[in-house]
C-alpha cells in the first residue's frame, strides 16, 4: 500500500473535513483490488492509503472512501522505490528511500 496524508484538507473559508476517528461506520467496500482509497477510522489524522493489491488485513480499522480511476501507473512507480525495512532498527519506519511529494491532484 501506498500512504499518503497530512494534507491540508481546509476550503478556503477555513473549514476542515470532519474527522472520522471512533467512527461507528462500516465501509460495505472491502479491500479486494488495486486502487481503493480509505482511511484508520481509529485514528484522528488525515492519513490515508492506496491499495496496491488485495489488502483484506485492513478491513476491519479501515474505512474506503475513493478509489483512484487514472493514474494508477504513478502508484507502482512509488512503490518500485523501495522503503527502508520496517525490522531495521536504525532505519526501519517504513519510510520510502527518496522523497516523494504530490503537489497536486484533480
Known sequence: MTCGGQIDVSSPEGNRLPDIAGSKEKSTIIHDRKGLISMDITKSINEFIITLGPAP??????????????????????????????????????????????????
Open 57 to 106: 488485513m485492513l478491513n476491519d480499522n479501515y474505512v474506503v472512501f475513493g478509489e483512484v480511476i487514472s493514474g494508477m501507473a504513478i502508484f507502482d512507480s512509488i512503490n518500485a522505490c523501495g522503503v527502508r525495512n520496517q525490522v531495521d532498527t536504525v532505519n526501519g519506519d517504513g519510510q520510502p528511500f527518496d522523497a516523494i511529494s504530490i503537489y497536486s491532484c484533480s
